[in-house]
C-alpha cells in the first residue's frame, strides 16, 4: 500500500496529470515525485485500483485516462485573478458533467471566487474539485479575514453570529457598487449542500435545514465554502432564480426564505421586541418574506406582536408568510394580526 501522504498528494491533480501524460505517467511520477519507476508504477496501480484513472493498450505500452473520480485542485495569489478564466482553463475540461450540472458548478465556482477576489482582503485562494461516481464538490479557500467579520465589521454588529443570518436572508453585500448581495443566496440553494466555514462559525444549507455550528474547526483561518451537487441532479440555475422571483410580471429578487431558527443566539428563545427588530432588518428589500418556523417551538408576544403587527402595519408593501408553524406559534401569530383582520 503507497503511503497516504504521498498517494494523496498525487490525487490532488491526477486528472489534469493523466491527460497531460497518458503515456508516461509511471515515468513523470517517477521524474516529479523524485522516487523509482518501480515505486511510481505502485502509485500509479493505486490510482488504477481506486478509480482515478482507467487503463488500455497493451501491457507493455499502457494508455492512461481519467477515471470515474477525478480531481484537479491550484493555489492563486488573488491579485488580478480572473475567476471566469481559471474555472474555463484549469477547471472545466477536466470533469464530465451534465449541461445543468455544469452552469450550477460554473457559477457556483465563479461567484465564490469572485467573493475572495473583491472581499476577503486575503492574498491567496486554493480552489479544488472532486468527481465521483454520484457527486461533484468543490471547495474555495482563501486566506482573508473570514466572511462573517466581515459583515459584523461593515454593520457594526455585536455578535458574528447576527453577520451569518443577514447573509441567509439574501441581498446583503459588503460593496454594493460592485455587487448584488445575491452570490450566496442563490448558490447556496443551486447546490445539493452548501457550507461556509470562517471566524469559528459554520454556516450548512440543504434542501431540508439551515444550521449554525460553533468552533467546528477554529483553526480554520479566512473563509472556507465547500459545495456539493449530485451528478444526476436535475436543478437548473433557471429553477433557482425562479423561484424567487415574479416572472414574467417582475424579474427581480423579490422573495427571500428566512430559518427563523438562525435568528436565535446560542440558546435563546425569540421572545422580544429587540430580537424582531434585528430579525427584520432589509425585509423591506422585498415583496415577500417567507419565515420558516421549522425547529422553532414557541416564540413570545412581544416578539410576534412586533414581527407580525408592527412591523407588518408600517410596511403593508412587505407580505409576511409564515410556515411550518407548531401549534403555539401559529397561536402566537394569529394573537398579532387579528387586530389588523
Known sequence: MAKPS???????????DVLAHPKDLTKFYSETENITRAAAARYVLQLEREGWIARSGSATRPIFSPGYKRRVSQLYALKDLEEDVIWTRD???YFNL??????????????????????SSGSSV???ASQTEQSITMVVADDGIGIFEKISTALNLADKRQ?????????????????SGEGVFFTSRMFDNFEIEANGLQFSHDEKHDFLMEELRPFVNGTVVFMRIGLDSK????????????APEDFDFSKTIVPMKLARLGDEQLISRSQAKRLIARFDRFKKVILDFKSVNEIGQAFADELFRVYANEHPQVELTPVNMSDQVEKMWLRAVAPRA
Open 6 to 16: 504521498r498517494f494523496n498528494h498525487l490525487t490532488q491533480n491526477v486528472t489534469r
Open 91 to 93: 477547471f472545466r475540461p
Open 98 to 119: 451534465k449541461a445543468n450540472v455544469t452552469n450550477i458548478a460554473a457559477h457556483g465556482f465563479t461567484e465564490m471566487v469572485n467573493n475572495a477576489i473583491d472581499h
Open 126 to 128: 486554493f480552489v479544488a
Open 163 to 179: 453577520a451569518l443570518f443577514e447573509l441567509s436572508k439574501g441581498k446583503f453585500t459588503t460593496d454594493p457598487s460592485k455587487h
Open 235 to 246: 436543478r437548473t440555475t433557471s429553477d433557482v432564480f425562479n423561484q424567487f422571483m415574479n
